[in-house]
Each structure stands twice: as C-alpha cells, then as structure tokens.
C-alpha cells in the first residue's frame, strides 16, 4: 500500500499551514507526541518543510516510504538533496514567484548604500542636516558596471533591472549562458572591473566563502558588495577587514553568516545596509510562495510528479 501521509515539519506561514491542514490533513510533526516518527515514519509518503527548518539525512531515513518533499523558499541548502534523490525522492522549492522581490531588495541595498540613504536619513533624524549642513558626497549609481556572481533566475531579474540603470553588466558562475551580458571566468577579475559586485548564488560547500579577500581587494576601495544570496559565499572576517582597511567601499547585506543578527563590527556603519533576511518578505511574494508548496504536494498526487523540483 502506497504511503498517504502528509507530514509537515515545522510551521511555514499561515496560507500554507491552513491549506495543507485542510486540503491534505498534514500530521503537524511538532504537535505530535515524542517518538512519533518511529511509529509513524512507515506511512508518510510526502513532507512539507521550509529552507529555514530544512531537510537532513536522518529525516529521511526516518521515513522510509517518502515520494516527494515540498519545501518553501527558492534556497535548499538545508535540505538533503543529493540524499533525497539517491532513493529517488523528488524534491521541490518555490523558484520563480520571489524573483521580483529579491532582486528589487538588490537594487535597494545597492542604492542605498552607494547614495548612504540609511546615513542620510539619520543625519535629518538627529538635527545634524540644520546644524552641520549639506550631507556628505556619496556614490554614483547609474551608468556604473555591474557584476553578478550567479546568472539564475534572480540573478537575471537583477541584471535586467541593470539595464534601467544604464549600466554595463557582466556576470561569473558556473559556465557561459546565452545572455546578452559578458561572462568572467574569473571572480576576481569580474570584481576587478565592477563598480557594484552582487551575489546572487546559493548557499553550501560549492559556493562556500567565493567572494573571499582578494575577490574584496579587487573590488576595491569604491566598490560595493551586495549579498542577497547566502551569508556563507562571503568570508565575512575578511569583509569586515576590507571594510575597515578601507579596502572595500560599502556593502549592502540581507544575508549573514550566523544569522540572525549581525556582528558588531558590522553594524551602525554609514557605508553598510543591513537587512535581516526580508529578500522574498513581501505580502505578495509569501503568499505565492506558500500556495506553491501546496500546489507542489497536490501535483504530486495527482501526476505523480512535482511541479517545480530541484534537479540533481
Ligand atoms: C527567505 C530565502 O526570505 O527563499 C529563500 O531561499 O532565503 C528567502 O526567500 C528566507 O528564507 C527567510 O528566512
């Protein structure tokens, strides 16, 4: 008998905490007595999770019937993909529907910290605007070269918007893609010629600390590092001392290592932007990305196949 249960591993968000109770009764792992998956591991047959919780290897072993995992978030850094796959298990995230917003949240930390938006409106807040007079001069934005680290789908929503901006742009990853931008094969030297260096990658050990201190070096003094992808492609010990060697011009950050919260060092800076981890956090942009955790499970069962899966 083909295992039906739904499990969910951990809350997602309201509209997909409520569908997947009502449309596919989901078992809430955590409202179930401990020891629940050694009873009950044999009869689950897909799982709902989330890029926050993740998916690890002993989970899966724990449920030794599972079809699919549905996860919600475009990252799936947390989830065992390559063991998920080996046992033939589809996985899926929710691509596509947070590419807008991400890449709109790029371009404010970039602006933002090349204008110093967030410095400008503290100095009105304390007086200093009466007091000191004019603000300091800051960065131009348009008709700068801008680099991007990870051509995918945000990452081209990214370089599209560049194109407003009058902006040359060239990108590095893994190869050459048939896009009107230029492809560096080095990082370094992507850094070396840009103005604005964004990273739009994921996360784990592939992309682990790529932007690293030569990469910040080569950007250089006038340069700014915006990170909408993973705190951990960025050695971050190296970007507070490009920082406050005056190395490296200004960063805008959503994503941290050690998340949440951010190092002191790294913090009430005039030349950093801080964001915590809002890149997908619009109203529009959850609600899109928990209906298609659901639509994931319903596809599924219906065609036996998800309907956005993360390919090996
Ligand atoms: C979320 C994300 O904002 O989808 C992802 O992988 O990182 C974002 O959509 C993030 O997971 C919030 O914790």
Redesign the pocket.
Do not use: K
């Given at each position: 008998m083909t295992a039906s249960t739904v499990l969910q591993l951990a809350p997602i968000g309201p509209l997909a905490d409520g569908l997947l109770r009502d449309e596919l009764q989901a078992v809430r792992l955590w409202e179930q007595a401990e020891g629940w998956l050694a009873t009950h591991g044999a009869s689950v047959g897909l799982l709902a999770t989330s890029?926050?919780w993740g998916c690890d290897a002993a989970m899966l072993a724990a449920l030794p019937n599972l079809r699919a995992v549905s996860s919600w978030?475009?990252?799936y850094d947390t989830l065992d993909v390559a063991a998920a796959h080996a046992r033939g298990i589809q996985v899926a995230n929710?691509p596509d529907v947070?590419d807008d917003c991400?890449a709109d949240l790029a371009w404010g930390l970039l602006i933002a910290a090349a204008r110093r938006i967030p410095a400008a409106d503290r100095y009105v807040s304390a007086g200093s605007w009466k007091v000191l007079g004019e603000f300091p001069l800051a960065t131009r934005v348009s008709g700068k070269r801008l680099g991007i680290l990870g051509l995918g789908r945000i990452g081209s929503a990214i370089a599209r918007r560049g194109e407003g901006f009058s902006m040359q742009v060239r990108y590095h990853g893994r190869g050459p893609k048939d896009v009107p931008y230029g492809f560096e094969p080095s990082l370094e030297a992507l850094a070396a010629w840009s103005d604005f260096l964004v990273v739009a990658c994921g996360g784990g050990t592939e992309t682990r600390h790529l932007v690293s201190a030569p990469v910040l070096t080569a950007l250089g003094p006038r340069g700014i590092l915006v990170n909408i992808g993973r705190g951990s492609v960025v050695d971050q010990d190296a970007l507070i001392a490009a920082l406050d060697e005056g190395r490296l011009g200004g960063a805008g950050l959503d994503?941290l290592q050690g998340e949440p919260g951010a190092p002191d060092a790294l913090r009430n800076r005039d030349n950093v932007v801080i964001t915590p981890?809002?890149?997908?956090?619009t109203i529009e942009t959850r609600e899109a990305?928990e209906r298609l955790v659901v639509d994931n499970l319903h596809a599924m069962l219906r065609d036996g196949r998800v309907l956005t899966p993360v390919l090996p």
């Open positions: 890029v926050r978030g475009v990252g929710t947070l991400v994503v981890h809002v890149g997908s956090a990305m």
